[in-house]
């Protein structure tokens, strides 16, 4: 089993910058992948991000690259989201996930394991 929790949504400004973070317990390995999600109100979850627990190779949606980092931390069993330049269209719940495996995917449905979400709004 695995759990996930999420940290550090909030309320920003436009052009701000907003760090989440998802602390991971239970079985990982190190050909794991992390991935983000977010899901505005009102649509479906979409992709943000992944990265490979071992490599750290990653790979990120068209609308955050150049914007959005994702990393990790194995000593700490952590994986962040570094956020920049937000727009309002960045509001969503935020959600980290796990899945196992090595390919760096993008469809929700190939992710095991989903933490609670947190929430990030962005105002303009």
């Known amino acids: 089993q695995v759990q996930l929790v999420e940290s550090g949504g909030g309320l920003v400004q436009a052009g701000a910058s907003l760090r989440l973070s998802c602390a991971a317990s239970?079985?990982?390995?190190?050909?794991?992948?992390m991935g983000w999600f977010r899901q505005a109100q009102g649509k479906e979850r979409e992709f943000v991000a992944a990265?490979?627990?071992?490599?750290?190779?990653?790979n990120y949606a068209d609308s955050v690259k150049g914007r959005f980092s994702i990393s990790r931390d194995n000593a700490k069993n952590t994986v962040y989201l570094q956020m920049n330049s937000l727009k309002p269209e960045d509001t969503a719940v935020y959600y980290c996930?796990?899945?196992?495996?090595?390919?760096?995917?993008?469809?929700?449905?190939?992710?095991?394991?989903w933490g609670q979400g947190t929430q990030v709004t962005v105002s303009s």
């Open positions: 996930a796990l899945r196992i495996g090595t390919v760096l995917a993008t469809t929700a449905a190939r992710y095991n394991y």
């Open positions: 990265i490979t627990w071992g490599g750290g190779n990653a």
């Open positions: 239970g079985c990982i390995s190190s050909t794991d992948v």
